[in-house]
């Protein structure tokens, strides 16, 4: 499965998107500022791409007092 940016198969969060630019072979999850959330290769799973979006979008886990 090859994975192209903005993929309707991805149902990436708004404000993330994926960049094939970079490196040949290597897709970049990319936040709307364009920093980069994570790396993945292009047989890389959607579901798993869109997974790593969503837990960058809510933040570090809540630490416990």
Same mark, same amino acid.
């Given at each position: 499965?090859?994975?192209?940016?903005n993929n309707e198969t991805?149902?990436?969060?708004?404000?993330?998107?994926?960049?094939?630019?970079?490196d040949p072979g290597v897709?970049?999850?990319?936040?709307?500022?364009?920093?980069?959330?994570?790396?993945?290769?292009?047989?890389?799973?959607? !579901? @798993?791409? $869109? #997974?790593?979006? !969503? @837990?960058? $979008? #809510?933040?570090?886990?809540?630490?416990?007092?």
């Open positions: 499965l090859m994975v192209h940016p991805t149902r990436l969060p708004p404000g993330y998107r994926l960049d094939l630019i970079d897709i970049v999850l990319r936040r709307e500022d364009g920093t980069a959330v994570a790396r993945f290769t292009h047989y890389a799973d959607p !579901e @798993e791409i $869109r #997974q790593a979006a !969503e @837990e960058d $979008r #809510q933040g570090p886990p809540h630490q416990s007092p």
